[in-house]
Structures are given as C-alpha cells and as structure tokens.
C-alpha cells in the first residue's frame, strides 16, 4: 500500500513538472525576448559607431535567437505570421553580419531599422501588453 | 599656452576658443578631449551645420494634449456614420487588443458636417473651418500610430522615441544637433496656455542623456516668461553685472576642474543668458506692438481661443527670433475647468466643440500669419496628437484612446502642401495599410530630415552606445515631402 502511495505522489509530480513545461512552452520566453532587444540595441550603437567584431558578434546572436523564436511559433503552429516574421528576422540579420563583413555600414543600417520594425510587426500582434 | 598665474589662467579660461585650446592642453589625460569637444563645451550651443541643406529653419510643434478625436475634425468616414449604433465588426478589430473600461461600446458618430475644401478636396469638418481655409497648406499623415494605452506614457513616446523617461525630446536633439540661432535667447521653448505646465511634465521636454543644456524651456503665460527671470527692483542693473562677473569668475574655478560635468556648464552659461533673456525673453513674448488685426487673426477677440492665441502668436515672434523648436502643448481656455484637455472618454461634443473653437481660429491665423510674412517657406508647423480616438463609443457619447489609426500633419516648408499619406480603415479604427504606417519615430525622423538632418547619422555616445533620435527605428516618409 505504501509503496502504491509513493508510485501515485511520483507520478503526481512528474505530471506536474510536465503539465509546467507544457506551459511554459505555450510563451514565447520573455528573457529571450528581452535578449534579442538588448542585442539589437547593441548592434544598431555597434552599427553607427562601425564596431565591426561588436556588430558582428550581435548579429550572429541574433541569428541564432530569432531561429529559436521560428521553431517556437513553428511548434504552437497557429501562427503562421510570427513564423515568417522571425524568418524575415533571421534572414535581415545574416544579411547584416554579411554587410558589416564587407563594412558596408550603410547596408547594414538599413537592414538593421528594417529588422527593428519587424520586432514591431510581430510585437503589435503577438506581444502580451 | 603659457600661464603666468591664476589670474591669467582665469581670464583665459573664460575667452572662448582660447579657453578650449588652455583646456585641451592642461587636461592631456582626458585622452579623447579633443578641442572640438572642448569648443562644444565652451559653446555648446554655437550654430552647427547640418548633414544636408536645411529646408526649414524653425519648427512649431502644435500637441494637442488629450488626444483629439481626428474622425471628428480631418478623416471623415461614411461608413463610420452609416454603422453608427451598431456593434463593431469583427474584422475591424482583428490584429488589436482592447482594454475599454465598461468593454467596446457601439459604433458612434457625433453630429458633423463635411465639406471638401480647396484644390486637394480634404475633408474637414464643422469643427475646424479656420484650419478648413488652409487646406492646400496642408499634408496630412492619415496612417499614424503608436503604442501605449495611457497618456503619459504616449505623449513620452511622442515627444522622445520612448515609453520610458529618460531619453531626450525630439526638441533637445535638434538643439543638440543645430545649436542655436540666437544667443539671447534659448533655441528650444516650451509654451502652452491654461492655469499650469502640462501635466505629463517637464520630462517631455528633457535633455535626457544629452547634455542638461539642449532641454527646452518652459516659458509661462504672461508677461513675465520665466520664473525669477526679473531684476528686482531693488538691484540696479549694473550691481547684478558686477554680481554676474564675479559669479562667471568663480564658476570657471569649479569648471577647470570638473570639464564633463554638462549640468554645471549649463548652469554656468544659464546666469549668462538669464541676463540676456531678461531683455529679450519679455520682448519677444510682448504682443503690445502687435496689431488689432493680427490679434483678432489670432483669436485674441474672443475668450474662448484667446490663451491659446496668444501661445501661437508668441511662438511666430519666437520663429521670427530664430528660435528652433517652439513646443506647444495645447491647455484649455481661461476660467475653465470642466473640459481641460481633448480627452473626451464622454461629453465629445461639448469637449471638442470647446477645443475646437480654442485651437481652430489660432491655428488657421498662424498659418495665415507666417505665409503672409514670408516665414512659412522656413518653418514646419506640426500637429500631432499622442494618439487618436476610437470609432466605438465610450460612455455613450464619448471614444477611448486610439493608438492604431489616426491623423497628424505637416505644413510650411519642404512639405508636398495638399496631399494625404496612408488612411484608416473603412471605420477610422485602423491604419489601412500597414505598410504605410507613420510611427512617432517616422515623424521625427522626417522632421529631422526637414531641419537638414539626417536621423542615423544624428547620434550621440551614451556610456559607451551610440544613440539616436529614433532610437533603432524609423523612416523618412519621403512621399510627405516636396
């Protein structure tokens, strides 16, 4: 009997931790989200300043950050906006990588107001205020 | 630069480019104080070149604070009216999130009637026929939004890119970044009418992280401008010189030895100006010269529109006097206290029929005024708004904050006079067309662009990061100019 109670509270715990993730996982992570802001302010100062290693270093992070955000909405799957929005973002920020490369600032400011205002697309739809 | 003594040292110190040259060279471990930075820190307001020809000299910045109903005044819906009373439909509010207190009301039309008005044919309504007479002045931006629920925190973003304080006004970026066009008086002035300062406070009008000495400054209604400003009668003018030298002498001891403390060299060259001001800022906020005519033209004849008239009228004095960025935050009229601001979450047609009546005449006499004496091929008129209002009612007879669609514009110089920009949806409740919305930072990086500046190239090393007016966003709406 005892060792019935032990196996049923194990089993009531395990479900919960996993009912937890579950619901962590219907939200996109906010440190993340925060993340990709602080790196994208980073860049933008990185950018005006033609900071190459910075600029580059923010750019890579940022690729990698708004890949999880697609596989994200690409999980939830009834969000096909966010999907392409973060693909959008990920693609701008390997266009600006390959511009600060070539220190084509120029490009890259450009490609980087452009990813800032993809944020916001996404944001003024998906954000929770 | 050889100093024989303090003294020498002292009167060098206060010359001007001599002074940059002695700081530069005593302070070598500074490392990157070079003598530009120097000269802007004996002169940080010295008249500076923009990145491009400028196209406007001076801006009149025109907020309606409270947020005015523009489905009332400029974006004139049909549909709106003929919906009017029934539930909104359900595609209008796709992609927003509402937060009405008492939930979404019906869809509410107030008692208007629309006219076309000059060659572009605009849309204006009862409420506004001075403004109507300038239709072809104007270049109206009908996608306009924003972000934020509540006033503060939008005007905030308005006024500085941000819904957070701490980042510096659209006003002190261009003082910032032109300096100033007359050392008698500040580049950058606040006005407004009504019994005190706007109440989203002086945070709007802030320097920021940019040195304390680009903020603007508030001028109050009245002859005296500024608190304090006046000589007591007391003191003869040439005891507050000799006071003034001695202070000046003084203060360059605490400057020599702290060179970036911006907040001490703003005070430092405030005692200066101050005694210049004491002259000018009266001056040019006296109307005594000014004709019958043109305070009549100005609504100065009518109690309704008179204080804020009387704003408008000073601030073509403060662009005749090569003021930069003139803020004006519209108040209420005189005596009254019912209807303070264009909020109307109930009561919009007795609100906006005051509001109206205060700013319409003023503003249409500005726009007259400025043409007629040449100033408004060199000046930008702006009106805009921390956000609109909804096309639902609230309260029955009322509209909640809008942040999603609504109407601002331009008019003056470099603007394509006579167009419109973008639209709202078939209800005024959304911007139409994504593509084509107009952010705050799009209107600030296109005033900026007017004013001969580039936003991205307008920045400014905070603690290491490279900042700018529009933050990481923002456009130039190149269709909006000529």
């Known amino acids: 009997m005892r060792k019935e109670i032990v196996a049923i509270v194990a089993m009531a715990a395990l479900l919960a931790v996993a009912g937890g993730a579950r619901s962590d996982q219907a939200e996109l992570d906010t440190d993340l989200m925060h993340s990709i802001e602080d790196s994208n302010k980073s860049l933008a100062s990185n950018i005006a300043i033609k900071e190459t290693r910075g600029a580059s270093s923010d750019a890579k992070e940022l690729t990698e950050m708004f890949a999880q955000v697609e596989a994200f909405y690409a999980r939830k799957g009834d969000a096909p906006d966010a999907v392409e929005l973060a693909k959008k973002s990920r693609a701008l920020s390997t266009q600006i990588l390959q511009s600060v490369s070539t220190s084509d600032f120029g490009a890259a400011t450009d490609s980087a107001t452009t990813l800032s205002r993809t944020c916001k697309t996404c944001h003024n739809y998906y954000k929770k205020s | ?482």
Request: no cysteine; proline share 5%.
């Open chain 2, 1 to 482: 630069m050889s100093i024989a003594s303090r003294r020498d040292f002292l009167l060098k110190t206060g010359q001007g480019l001599g002074g940059a040259a002695a700081l530069t060279g005593l302070i070598p471990s500074v490392g990157a104080f070079g003598a530009a930075h120097a000269a802007d820190l004996v002169d940080p307001l010295a008249p500076k070149q923009p990145h491009f020809p400028a196209k406007v000299k001076s801006v009149i910045w025109l907020h309606m604070n409270g947020a005015p109903s523009t489905l009332d005044l400029y974006d004139h819906k049909p549909d709106l009216v003929k919906l009017a009373g029934t539930d909104v439909p359900a595609s209008f509010l796709k992609g927003i999130k509402t937060s009405t207190q008492g939930g979404v009301g019906k869809l509410y039309a107030s008692n208007r009637t629309w006219k076309q008005h000059g060659e572009s044919g605009a849309w204006f309504s009862d409420l506004v026929p001075s403004i109507a007479q300038h239709a072809d002045k104007l270049a109206f931006i009908k996608s306009s939004m924003t972000v934020g629920a509540t006033h503060d925190i939008s005007i905030l973003k308005l006024n500085t890119g941000d819904l957070n304080p701490g980042r510096p006004s659209l006003g002190a970026w261009v003082t910032y970044a032109l300096g100033s066009a007359n050392p008698d008086l500040p580049p950058y002035v606040v006005l407004y009418n009504g019994k005190s300062e706007p109440s989203a406070g002086s945070v709007n009008w802030n320097s920021g992280f940019l040195p304390a000495v680009y903020q603007g400054t508030a001028f109050r209604p009245g002859a005296s401008p500024i608190l304090y400003l006046d000589r007591p009668e007391l003191r003869a003018a040439t005891q507050q010189r000799s006071s003034l030298d001695l202070l000046k002498r003084l203060n360059a001891l605490g400057t020599a030895q702290r060179p970036a403390d911006t907040e001490l060299l703003a005070r430092v060259r405030s005692y200066e100006l101050a005694d210049r001001m004491q002259a000018a800022a009266p001056e040019a906020v006296d109307l005594a010269k000014e004709t019958d005519a043109t305070k009549a033209l100005y609504g100065l004849d009518d109690p309704t529109s008179a204080s804020y008239g009387t704003t408008l009228l000073r601030a073509r004095r403060l662009v005749e006097r090569g003021v930069r960025f003139i803020q004006v935050v519209s108040g209420a009229p005189d005596g009254e206290t019912e209807y303070t601001s264009w909020d109307a979450h109930s009561d919009l047609e007795k609100n906006h029929g005051l509001m109206a009546r205060m700013v319409d005449k003023p503003i249409g006499g500005l726009l007259a005024d400025l043409k007629s004496r040449g100033l408004l091929e060199s000046t930008l008129v702006v009106w805009t708004s921390e956000f609109g209002r909804t096309s639902y009612g609230q309260s029955g007879n009322g509209r909640d904050h809008n942040a999603w669609g609504y109407t601002q514009w331009l008019a003056g110089a470099g603007i394509k006079a006579g167009t419109t920009y973008g639209e709202t949806d078939e209800i005024g409740l959304q911007v139409a067309d994504k593509d084509k919305a107009v952010d705050t930072y799009d209107l600030h990086a296109t005033v900026l662009q007017l004013l001969g500046l580039d936003h991205l190239k307008t920045t400014f090393l905070n603690n290491g990061r490279s900042e700018r007016p529009t933050v990481v966003y923002g456009k130039v709406i190149k269709e909006l100019l000529a």
